[in-house]
């Protein structure tokens, strides 16, 4: 089973999200090289692990209301300069596809990262934190 990140608002972490971000996962150590040469927050600084965490052990799945108070929630204006620099970095620089790093991970980490932004900025907008929920 691969593991993946959901972008989860606080405001409707029981909505789930209906985008399978695992290139993102995957790709993460990579982006944070990236973001730490572009001067950003690291990606994996927005990852929530609770969710992971109790699907890994014996505990019973959490409710929703158990999770939106165990779970790390994050300030999206914090995020989104991370994301957008991200984003167009990858953008700018598509030789990255040469790299054996991306190779496989390039293009559908650039369809992820705009759909995160959207999902980012639209928490914004509706005053909500969000996380990238860590799921198996």
């Known amino acids: 089973m691969a593991t993946s990140v959901w972008v989860l ?18 790709a993460s150590d990579e982006l944070d090289k990236v973001a730490a040469d572009l001067g950003v927050k690291r990606l994996s600084e927005f990852f929530d692990w609770t969710e992971f965490d109790v699907s890994m ?16 929630w994050f300030d999206p204006v914090e995020a989104l300069p991370t994301l ?11 030789a990255m596809l040469e ?22 900025k ?3 907008t509706e005053g909500s934190r969000f996380n990238l929920c860590v799921v198996m």
Request: contains cysteine.
């Open 84 to 94: 957008e620099s991200l984003l167009a970095h990858m953008k700018q620089h598509p």
């Open 57 to 72: 052990s014996d505990d019973e799945p959490l409710e929703d209301y158990e999770y939106v108070a165990a779970a790390h």
């Open 9 to 26: 608002l606080q405001s409707a972490a029981g909505d789930g999200d209906d985008f399978n971000h695992c290139a993102i996962f995957d």
């Open 122 to 124: 639209r928490a914004a």
């Open 99 to 120: 790299s054996p790093d991306w190779e496989d991970l390039y293009e559908p980490v650039v369809e992820e990262l705009e759909d995160v932004v959207v999902k980012v």
